[in-house]
C-alpha cells in the first residue's frame, strides 16, 4: 500500500476548470486503475491501464481522461465535463491483470467550490 | 457485465459476537473476491480474499465462504471488537477482464462494547 502515491490529498475546483489528479507506483505493478467513491456509497471503476500505453474505460468514464505513458504513472483528469465531481478518488494497481491484489492509495479529495 | 449485491447495508453487533456479510455476483467466470475493511476517510484495505478454486479460507478471527453454484460469498467475523467497526465491502474479478474489480455497496458494522 505504501507504493502508491497520490496527490494532492485534498483539491478545490472551480467550475469550468480541469484538474488532474496524480497517481505514482514504485510497485513495479502493470496495472492501475481509478476508482470514485461518494459518501456512502461503493467504489465505481473509471478507467483502467494493464500496460504502458494502454487504457480502458470503465463504468463511469465519461467527463474522464487518463494516460499512461509510464508504468509507473497513471494521472487522472476530471474535466469540466463532468457535472459532479465532487467525490473520493482512489487510485489502485496490481502486479497484473489476472486477478492479483489490488491495492489502493490514499485517496484524493475533490471538491467543487 | 458483472454485478455485485452485498447485504445488509448496516450491521450492529454486541462485542464478541459474530457477524456475517454475504455478497451475491452474476457472471460465473468471476474467479477472485476479496474483502475490504474501510474506516472514515481512509483507504480500503484488504482483509481477506478467496480465488474460485477454494470454498474456504480463514484468518484468524475472519474467514471467507465461497460458493460457486449459487454465486455467493461471504465474510464472518467472530469474537468481534470495537475496532472491527468500519465499513466492509466484498469485490469480484475476472482475469480475462483487465483484473478490475467491481464492488457491492458496501457494510457498515458498529461493533458495541
Known amino acids: 500500500d505504501g507504493g502508491i502515491t497520490q496527490s494532492p490529498k485534498y483539491l478545490f475546483r472551480k467550475e469550468g476548470q480541469n484538474v488532474t489528479l496524480s497517481c505514482e507506483q514504485n510497485?513495479?505493478?502493470?496495472?492501475m486503475y481509478w476508482y470514485r467513491q461518494d459518501p456512502g456509497q461503493g467504489l465505481r471503476l473509471i478507467y483502467y491501464?494493464?500496460?504502458?500505453?494502454?487504457?480502458q474505460k470503465g463504468d463511469i468514464a465519461e467527463g474522464y481522461s487518463v494516460s499512461r505513458e509510464k508504468k509507473e504513472s497513471f494521472p487522472l483528469t476530471v474535466t469540466s465535463a463532468q457535472k459532479n465531481p465532487t467525490a473520493f478518488y482512489l487510485c489502485?494497481?496490481?502486479?497484473?491483470?489476472?486477478?492479483?491484489?489490488?491495492?489502493f492509495g490514499e485517496g484524493s479529495w475533490l471538491t467543487v467550490v | 457485465g458483472e454485478n455485485v449485491e452485498q447485504h445488509p447495508s448496516t450491521l450492529s453487533v454486541q462485542e464478541g459476537d459474530s457477524a456475517v456479510i454475504k455478497c451475491t455476483y452474476s457472471?460465473?467466470?468471476?474467479?477472485?473476491f476479496p474483502w475490504y475493511k474501510q474506516e472514515l476517510g481512509k483507504r480500503p484495505q484488504l482483509i481477506i480474499d478467496?480465488?474460485?478454486?477454494?470454498g474456504e479460507k480463514k484468518d484468524q478471527r475472519i474467514a471467507v465462504t465461497l460458493n460457486k453454484t449459487a454465486k455467493h460469498f461471504s465474510l464472518h467475523i467472530t469474537e468481534t471488537q470495537p475496532e472491527d467497526s468500519a465499513v466492509y465491502f466484498c469485490?469480484?474479478?475476472?482475469?480475462?477482464?483487465?483484473?478490475?474489480?467491481?464492488f457491492g455497496q458496501g457494510t457498515e458494522l458498529s461493533v458495541k462494547p
Open positions: 491501464s494493464q500496460i504502458v500505453n494502454d487504457f
Open positions: 469485490a469480484a474479478s475476472m482475469w480475462n477482464q483487465g483484473g478490475k474489480l467491481i
Open positions: 489502485a494497481s496490481s502486479k497484473d491483470h489476472s486477478g492479483n491484489t489490488i491495492y
Open positions: 478467496i480465488r474460485s478454486n477454494v
Open positions: 510497485l513495479n505493478h502493470d496495472a
Open positions: 457472471d460465473s467466470a468471476s474467479n477472485y
